[in-house]
C-alpha cells in the first residue's frame, strides 16, 4: 500500500525558478529589510505610501513569468501527496498538483480584495491603476483599502485553510517540509504535529532549521536534485 504524504514547502522550492527567498543567504529580508513592510498588515494599512509601494513591489516580482522546477514537477508526480505550501506564487498548480489538494496557507498573490467589503478583483487589475496614476488604488465597491489575496505579516491564516494542513499533518505517514526555515507560525509547527503523530519527518533545506533534531532525515542538497530523486524512491 503506498505510503501517505503530506509535504510542507517555503520559499526555498522556488528560488530555482527565478523568485528569492526571505531568508535565506541572498534573501530580501538580508537584502533589503525595508522591503519587510511591503508585506507586513499594520504597516501597509497605516500608510498609502508603502501601498504604491507594495503594488510595485508585486508588479516586479518574477512570479509573472517563473516556471515551475523540477522539485514542483516531482511533487506533482507524487500520487495523493497534500501539498501545503507557504509560498503564494501558484507555480505547485502550474506544475499539475491538483488545486484541490494545494493548500495555500498565505494565499495567492494573483488575486487582490478589499478590506472592508470584501470584494474580489486582481492584482493585475490594481497595478494597473497604479501605473495609470492611482497612488493608492481603492475598492470599486466601497472605497476600502485594497490588497492582494495573501496573508501578510500580522494577519492570521484562514481558519479553514489551516485546519485542513493540520489534518493533513496528522494523517500523514511521511511529512516532508522543503525549502522552508520552519520559523514562521503557526505553518511551522505542522512538523511536530506530524512527528506526534507518528509520521517520520524528512527536512530538504539548505540552512539548518529548528525542526531538525526531529527529523528522521536532513538533507541539504540542491532542492532541484533532491526532492525529484526523494519523490521517485516513493512512487
Known amino acids: ?24 543567504p541572498n534573501g530580501l529580508w538580508r537584502t533589503d529589510p525595508d522591503y519587510e513592510k511591503l508585506v ?7 500608510d498609502p505610501e508603502i501601498r504604491r509601494r507594495s503594488w510595485l513591489f508585486r508588479r516586479d516580482s518574477p512570479a509573472w513569468q517563473a516556471e515551475p522546477n523540477a522539485a514542483h514537477r516531482a511533487l506533482a508526480a ?21 488545486p484541490e489538494r494545494v493548500l495555500e496557507l498565505h494565499g495567492n498573490m494573483f488575486g487582490a480584495m478589499c478590506t472592508a467589503c470584501g470584494a474580489r478583483s486582481t492584482t493585475r487589475e490594481a497595478i494597473d491603476r497604479v501605473l495609470a496614476g492611482e497612488g493608492d488604488p481603492a475598492c470599486h465597491e466601497c472605497g476600502g483599502v485594497l490588497k492582494t489575496t495573501t496573508v501578510m505579516f500580522g ?21 516532508l517540509a522543503i525549502g522552508t526555515s520552519l520559523q514562521v507560525q503557526p505553518a511551522a509547527s505542522l512538523a511536530r504535529v506530524a512527528v506526534e503523530t507518528g509520521a517520520r519527518l524528512i527536512v530538504v533545506n539548505g540552512e539548518p532549521t529548528p525542526y531538525d533534531h526531529l527529523a528522521d532525515e536532513v538533507i541539504d542538497e540542491p532542492i532541484g536534485v533532491a526532492v525529484p530523486r526523494l519523490c521517485a524512491s516513493l512512487a
Open 1 to 24: 500500500m503506498r505510503m501517505t504524504v503530506t509535504v510542507l514547502t517555503g520559499a526555498g522550492i522556488s528560488t530555482e525558478s527565478g523568485i528569492p527567498d526571505y531568508r535565506g
Open 40 to 46: 507586513t498588515y499594520d504597516y501597509y494599512m497605516a
Open 78 to 98: 507524487l500520487p495523493g501527496a497534500w501539498i501545503v505550501t507557504q509560498n503564494v506564487d501558484g507555480l505547485h498548480q502550474r506544475a499539475g498538483s491538483p
Open 155 to 175: 494577519q492570521a491564516l484562514e481558519p479553514a485553510v489551516l485546519m485542513r494542513a493540520i489534518k493533513a499533518a496528522e494523517e500523514c505517514e511521511l511529512f
